[in-house]
């Protein structure tokens, strides 16, 4: 039988917790989600029929608060995935020190299929079938892969309806006209911009001699391929679900962005459309840009993209991983054999949630940032645990994975203890 994602996940908690002194009450308490829930969400389509869908969410772990992340539509979605994306974030978040706890949530379907009125109906089934399981100081749902602020902006209004009460900080990730932050939308890239420049300054590398390939056009990868190629790297490869394009020389990528808004996939840029104003290049698969000669390769789309299966054929000095999961933990442990640099995602990706967390705080206290206070309030915390992580790692002679698990593990462990043992005599009330 093959192994769960979620025990693939885990397995560095192994790795970690040789260096680090928690409890053993603790380490069980970090291996299991805390509550997992599996709804069925009837949705009347267009044509009048009812199709149900299975939807997930997962809190995996609040001891240092109310839980957080993101809802997925994609085909894949499974409760497996839904609770280790829910792990990833339990780290992530203590990661950047933020007062939060991790979950994550999804629904299996393929969103490109539904109408904007079919989908507008299933984001308000799953809140009205979740309802109970969120709230502003229990868990608090956010966008990830195939949902946007217009999705969450229904939900927010589906939770408010049920509250009879006007509630934006029960999801993050809202349009700017519902209580939204300014560069939440940018936010995932802009951290991990943050921390690539941190990390290449430290490796005394500079942009123009840098090139980067970027795995998934969405919110994470777009953007960065755009920062990157704005602060002069040279980003040769992008790609989406339907294929990858590669020119040696580097890619225009704000046309490139351009054409993608007009919504045609990445590959059909290489039929010489007259608007956009995009250098020669070639097509290629997702399987062959991961494989490129590039320093910096950049999944930002699925898990599992680089396994045993793959990893031999990876040629790049480092790997920023936007995307969660990216590397399998079999892969992961031959790259660090090759001496590839992997920056993990519970720091690379962090941005995302640290905003949210932003939104959250502003949605509390009714005042509102700018986007300068906001990204600087970003820059300062991605910086800050970059250099905690860098040194753990470098003291240890450690990867950076281990290292910000550990980082992690100290913040996790103390909460943990701190708490005592009151959570196990709860007669059954310990899932709040
Ligand atoms: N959004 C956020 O705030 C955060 C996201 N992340 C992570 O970043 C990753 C990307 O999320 P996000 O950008 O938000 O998602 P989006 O839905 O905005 O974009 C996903 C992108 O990935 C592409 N894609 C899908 N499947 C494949 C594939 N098999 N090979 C290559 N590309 C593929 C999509 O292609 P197409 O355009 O053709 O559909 C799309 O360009 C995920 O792992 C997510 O969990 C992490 C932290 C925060
Ligand atoms: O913004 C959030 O709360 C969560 C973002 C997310 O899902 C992630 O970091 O993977």
Known sequence: MSKSLLSDASQILEKALKYVSISDDATEHLKYPQASLAVSIPVRMDDGSLKVFQG??????????????????????????????????????????????????????????????????????????????????????????????????????????????????????????MGGSLGRDTATAMGAFFVIERIMSKLDRHPQETTVAVQGFGNAGSVIA???????????AVSDSQGAIYAKQGLDIPSIRQYKLSSKGIKAVYCQDTVCNIVEHESITNEELLALDVDILVPAALENQITEANVHNIKAKYIFEVANGPI????????????VL??????????????????????????????????????????????????????????????????????????????????????????Y
């Not at 379907?109 to 809140?127: F, H, T, V, W």
């Not at 690379?348 to 967390?357: I, K, P």
């Open 56 to 177: 997930y969410r997962v809190r995996y772990d609040n001891t240092r608060g109310p839980t957080k992340g993101g809802i997925r539509y994609h085909p894949n979605v499974s409760m497996d995935e839904v609770q280790s994306l829910a792990f990833w974030m339990t780290f992530k978040c203590a990661v950047l020190n933020l007062p939060f706890g991790g979950a994550k949530g999804g629904i299996t379907l393929n969103p490109k299929a539904l109408s904007r009125m079919e989908l507008e109906r299933l984001s308000r089934g799953y809140i009205n079938a979740i309802a109970d399981f969120i709230g502003p100081d229990i868990d608090i749902p956010a966008p990830d892969v195939y949902t946007n602020p217009m999705i969450m902006g229904w939900m927010m209004d589906q939770y408010s309806i049920i509250q009879r009460k006007i509630t934006p900080a029960v999801v993050t990730g809202k349009p700017i006209s």
């Open 226 to 236: 755009d920062l990157l190629s704005k602060a002069g790297y040279k980003v040769v």
């Open 328 to 339: 399998s933990s079999t892969a992961d442990e031959i790259l660090a054999e090759k001496g």
């Open 342 to 431: 992997v920056v993990p995602d519970i720091l690379a990706n962090a941005g995302g949630v640290t905003v949210s967390y932003f939104e959250w705080v502003q949605n509390r206290s009714g005042l509102y940032w700018t986007l300068d206070e906001v990204n600087q309030k970003l820059h300062q915390k991605m910086v800050e645990e970059t250099e905690h992580i860098w040194k753990i790692a470098q003291d240890l002679s450690i990867s950076m994975r281990t290292a910000a698990y550990i980082h992690a593990l100290n913040r996790l462990g103390e909460a943990i203890n701190s708490k005592g043992t009151r959570d196990y005599y709860l007669n059954g009330k310990n899932n």
